[in-house]
């Protein structure tokens, strides 16, 4: 006598993973990504192939440009997870309408979340600032002068000029901002 025994393959959902654009900064950041790994493969294929024939100076703007690209990076990363966020506190009275009363920043600091009431006539600067990425110590510097201010060396909470000049050229991927150098050996905070 013989037996037969079935066994029951589990079926495969044919379900597609749900899709969805990137956003203009994740595209961004992609191509970013995608930029600087080309060139670490060129510069490893050039180097690979002439040790020590690659004159200095073209090593040191090698060193800039590819500097340069992990703080575009990292500023991006930074803006698409911000460093803190903005809470609007509005009056509510049947006399006025809804009107901003104050501004609540709030970010983390070790496990503890932290809050700080600001001047509602910040909204609009922070808002800016928050979207552009900059740091905490940039955010409490503009809070203090109550504008964005930069700076073409390390100088208290003020934004690298780079930044603004890599802002204005509309984040252009192959533009190398004019005052960057200044900043290529410093580590952002």
Partial sequence: MTTTTTSRRKRVSTKTLERRQATPKERELIHLLANLGCSCAKY????AGSKGQIPPEDR????EWHYLRLQQIRRIERSLQP???LKRVYYKSSLSPRALKSLKLLW???DKQRVKRLDPELDE????ALDRGDTLKHIFQTIELKQRLFSKTPDGGKV???VWEWEESDYDIN???PSFPAWANIIDD
């Fill in 60 to 63: 040191k703007h090698l060193a």
């Fill in 83 to 85: 460093v803190a966020q």
């Fill in 175 to 177: 533009f190398f901002p």
């Fill in 108 to 110: 983390q600091e070790g």
């Fill in 44 to 47: 490893d294929f050039q180097h």
């Fill in 125 to 128: 600067i922070l808002s800016y």
């Fill in 160 to 162: 690298p000029m780079w």
